[in-house]
């Protein structure tokens, strides 16, 4: 099996949450493929932060996106080829602040994707700004006082914005975490993936996350104990939190037309193109 790491020089701090999420990501890749899954299918995209460097440190296929667009680009993907698995990497940032009417839309219409969030509470590659994941009174730069917000709960957010594969992981947890991935890239509709990933540098969670996650154990297909699990504070449970179905984006606009794979011979386009002007009729004298 080909490895999936490029010769891109990783610059992420020693310790950073992002390196179990790379990990987890690698190990949820090369168990598709060997269910069968080719690699060429793999489409993926990320944001601007520390988490989109995750683009440069995977030899797949995709598109480098801008701050927030990460799933926008792989929406369009998917449209121009159903046969792929497309995959956004976002930030906290990213995908609650910038990108939030994308990730709405997304889960709201059910696009076949898989969005991961690199949750770690802060802009750390800004050093260290507070974001929509940050807690009450969260101290940085742009919030010296400590944040007066509170924060967003993704969890319900996408429960109540229709997405039909909710999970929580944590990047401590990285054979859990690369389960959830396969998972979630193996659903049809749209998968969404928040991960708790620690900042040692602006945020370091480490010792709350291991001392307050556990294990999910309400029934995934129940949306109310979803909902219920979605709102504990007091433990944070890990896992699928929301599974069910739901016809997907493509299909529902598409059909099985599949652009890439139907698309027409240059000989055929350009009879399309003949027999349009001739439907224009004669020349105006």
């Known amino acids: ?55 440069d440190y995977l030899a797949l296929s995709g598109l480098y996106s801008i701050h927030g667009r990460e799933i926008a680009a792989v929406q369009g993907m998917k449209l121009a080829n159903t046969d792929l698995f497309v995959v956004a990497f976002g930030g906290d940032g990213d995908s609650f602040g910038e990108g939030i009417a994308h990730l709405l839309f997304a889960a709201k219409r059910n696009a076949d994707m898989t969005m991961i969030v690199h949750d770690n509470g802060v802009y750390g590659l800004t050093t260290g700004q507070y974001t929509p994941t940050s807690r009450r009174g969260f101290k940085g730069p742009s919030t ?91 433990r944070l449970p890990l896992g699928v939190i929301y599974e069910t179905e739901k016809p997907v984006f493509h299909r529902e606009l598409m059909g099985e037309h599949n652009p890439a794979r139907d698309r027409l011979g240059r000989a055929q386009r350009l009879e399309r193109i003949a027999c349009a002007f001739d439907t224009r009729g004669p020349a105006m004298p």
């Open 1 to 55: 099996m080909i490895p999936l790491a490029t010769m891109a020089e990783n610059t992420w701090c020693p310790g950073c949450g992002n390196f179990g999420i790379l990990n987890a990501f690698k190990r949820a890749v090369a168990r598709l493929e060997s269910e069968g899954v080719d690699r060429s299918r793999f489409f993926i995209s990320a944001g601007i932060g520390c988490h989109g460097k995750i683009f």
């Open 144 to 234: 010296p006082a400590g944040s007066v917000e509170d924060p967003i709960d993704p969890l319900t957010l996408m429960l109540v914005a229709g997405a039909t594969f909710v999970a929580r992981g944590y990047s401590g947890k990285v054979e859990q975490l690369a389960d959830l991935m396969a998972r979630a890239i193996e659903h049809r509709g749209f998968a969404f993936i928040d991960v708790l990933q620690p900042c040692v540098t602006f945020n370091d969670a480490y010792k709350k996350y291991n001392a307050e996650t556990e294990p999910a154990t309400h029934d995934p297909k129940d949306l109310v104990a979803a909902m219920a699990a979605a709102a504990r504070r007091d």
